[in-house]
């Protein structure tokens, strides 16, 4: 469903496209809000914080990804400056 034509979401998206860079001290606010979701997840088997992942997905909702094909996609592309400012471990093997 598209957004209503008076929602105040694409002026806020505007604001994220005209500062693309964000600092380290912008980040910790998220990443301190997302750490507080309880992880479900048994600890077996988990690869990345949970807080890690909420971040990335949520980056790649706010790039426009509106599937989950899309952001797993977006994430798989994001660069390695950005998955290390959310917490995970670039694989040093991986392109770059």
Aim: hydrophobic share 45%; charged share 20%.
């Amino acid at each position: 469903m598209p957004a209503d034509a008076s929602s105040t979401i694409p002026p806020a998206l505007d604001q994220f496209r005209e500062h693309p860079q964000l600092t380290p001290e912008e980040v910790p606010g998220l990443l301190e809000r997302l750490a507080e979701v309880p992880d479900p997840r048994d600890p077996r088997g988990v690869r990345h914080a949970l807080v890690a992942v909420l971040a990335l997905t949520a980056c790649a909702v706010l790039a426009g990804a509106t599937s989950l094909l899309a952001v797993g996609e977006w994430i798989a592309d994001a660069p390695p400056h950005v998955l290390e400012q959310v917490g995970v471990r670039v694989d040093p093997l991986a392109p770059q």
